[in-house]
């Protein structure tokens, strides 16, 4: 990208998903953009590389941006966030491709060489064939549902301290199960507490908590939720007032 697109300033967000968590990839796409500047952003969570997926460019309807990489729902909730897919290109035989390609190496040989490309001024049309934006792999994700006066949730993705993040927002769990902030939840049977931060419980307690994306999570102060909880990606959270 350097020798292809001297000017432009590279800006690496994260090296830090889980191999093979596309999911994950998706959802921590769609929560940095926001904060980074309008440009080209090319993410590569691939394990189907040298498969059936296509590479692809897509342009979003708001803030300039362009995203880059396999069409395997990586980068269909960053794109629903700015507004929805307005142009695609199919980057299969881009003219742009680093030659001979490697069959398990993509992220060097066709996204990063057009993601360059891209930002050295080239345009969708000029690094791919147009490609139906309504053919794009989306990402399915679970929504959360009542059962009576609980409220089931599902558990989305975690982070590296074993924090859940969940299908949830503070107004469904505010309006829904009327928990007001202080008061005492049950998770799965486990007794917590509606908290706003960490250290507003003891070490080793559970919280219910809404993070840095107001998108709300389970955490457990100086310990992993996860494992507390034995939580598996899509497992069920059954969340009440204690």
Known sequence: MARIAP??????????????????????LQRALPYAP??????????????RRRPIAIRVAEDDRVLVGPDNGLL?????????????????SSPYRLEPVSATFHGRDIFAPIAA?????????????????????PMPMPM??????????????????????????HEELTAGVGLRLGEAVEINGVRGVYATTFADVAPGAVLLYEDANRAMAIAVNRASAREA???????RVRIRRA
């Not at 690496?12 to 596309?22: A, C, E, K, R, Y």
């Not at 959360?144 to 927002?169: C, P, S, T």
């Open 38 to 51: 309008p440009g080209v952003h090319l993410a590569v969570v691939d394990p189907e590389v040298g498969g």
């Open 117 to 137: 490309r891209l930002a050295a001024g080239l345009d969708l049309d000029d690094v791919g064939a147009p490609l139906d934006p309504e053919i794009v792999a």
């Open 229 to 235: 909880l034995e939580l598996v990606p899509d497992a």
């Open 7 to 28: 000017e432009a300033r590279v800006i690496d967000l994260t090296h830090g998903i889980p191999s093979f968590d596309v999911r994950l990839g998706a959802i921590t």
């Open 144 to 169: 959360a549902e009542f059962d009576g006066d609980d409220l089931i949730a599902h558990a989305l993705a975690f982070d590296r301290f074993g924090n859940v993040l969940l299908d949830l927002e």
């Open 76 to 92: 269909w909730l960053a794109a629903q966030r700015f507004g929805g897919i307005v142009q695609a290109a199919d980057l299969t």
